[in-house]
């Protein structure tokens, strides 16, 4: 395992961990997208199902059992625990509208015709569309709270360093995995005006990070 996957594999957990620090320590899930959250958790489930199937580390193990069981608590604390804080309102988004062609998707672009291949290909493609929830709900409302970006910030690390991943990968093994790379690359491009908008004002002291309201 190289620097660029270890790199970005804790910025994936410190987002995760961000994020329910800060519901539980506000004891709100104001601004998070629950939506989001779920598909999140439906990525873990999908993606993790070979836990059951195959060994290939300690590290390896550990690390799914850690994410599948956060996504979780996630999305118990949003809806279960503090559901009465959560802004069900502003998160409106049609998740319907990612599902369906990410589940056509599936079948269609696949590395084997099989069950487990193709919730590990569903996986891939619905990972890189799962923040757009979030990201409309922030859109929508016309700001966000520092703690809610900084959580952002570090999911989109977590994708720009398995890039990083992927060309060293290809560079040191001849290793290429088309479906992860591209989903990767699409679900980074999301992250691209957030990114400027986080150093621009976040990173500058502001509360909050204000962006343009919808049309």
Known sequence: MNIFRLL??????????ILLLKIWRSRSCAGISGKSQVLFA??????YLDLFTSFISP???????????????TVYLIYMRFRNTYDS???????EFLLVPVIGLSFLENYAFTPMEILWTFSIFLESVAIMPQLFMITKTGEAESITTHYLFFLGLYRALYIANWVWRYNTEGFFDQIAVVAGVVQTIFY????YLYFTKVLR??????LPMPV
Request: hydrophobic share 50%.
């Open 8 to 17: 970005g594999d804790v910025s994936h957990l410190v987002a995760i961990i």
């Open 42 to 47: 439906l990525v873990f489930t999908t993606r």
């Open 59 to 73: 590290y390896n193990t550990v690390m799914k059992v850690v994410f599948l069981a956060l996504s979780y608590a």
């Open 89 to 95: 309102e502003n998160d409106t988004f049609r998740v």
């Open 192 to 195: 691209c005006d957030f990114f």
């Open 205 to 210: 002291g502001s509360g909050k990070m204000s």
